[in-house]
């Protein structure tokens, strides 16, 4: 059975902190949930301190989504390799609303509604 994408509007405000320092904070954030998965939550690039991100060589491929880009956050606390990741070309009509948008491994920095 093929995972249908689900993607809407996140409810409220999302942050993203890492290393005491706010990455992302978001009242514009996507939803995105995929089969049975938990749902993740996609930053548009406008509320993210981009200086803080920085593009790693690591790449990914999803059959509906595309390939995945991922980047490295600079903290003062240090730097956390592959924290993100963003679909720029995504290769689904289904997926094209996730262009522009990044979102945050929760295992390796904090993402939390507020």
């Known amino acids: 059975?093929?995972?249908?994408?689900?993607?809407?509007?996140?409810?409220?405000?999302?942050?993203?902190?890492?290393?005491?320092?706010?990455?992302?904070?978001?009242?514009?954030?996507?939803?995105?949930?995929?089969?049975?998965?938990?749902?993740?939550?996609?930053?548009?690039?406008?509320?993210?301190?981009?200086?803080?991100?920085e593009k790693s060589s690591s790449t990914t491929k999803c059959p509906k989504k595309g390939t995945a880009s991922y980047f490295a956050v600079s903290t003062a606390a240090g730097q956390i390799d592959d924290a993100a990741w963003s679909y720029e070309a995504p290769a689904t009509d289904e997926a094209q609303?996730?262009?522009g948008h990044i979102a945050f491994f929760s295992n390796r920095v904090t993402v939390e509604q507020l």
């Open 1 to 53: 059975m093929t995972k249908t994408i689900t993607i809407r509007p996140a409810s409220g405000k999302y942050v993203v902190r890492a290393g005491g320092a706010i990455v992302a904070e978001s009242a514009a954030a996507l939803e995105v949930s995929e089969g049975d998965l938990p749902p993740v939550i996609y930053f548009p690039r406008e509320d993210i301190a981009m200086a803080l991100l």
């Open 97 to 99: 609303a996730i262009a």
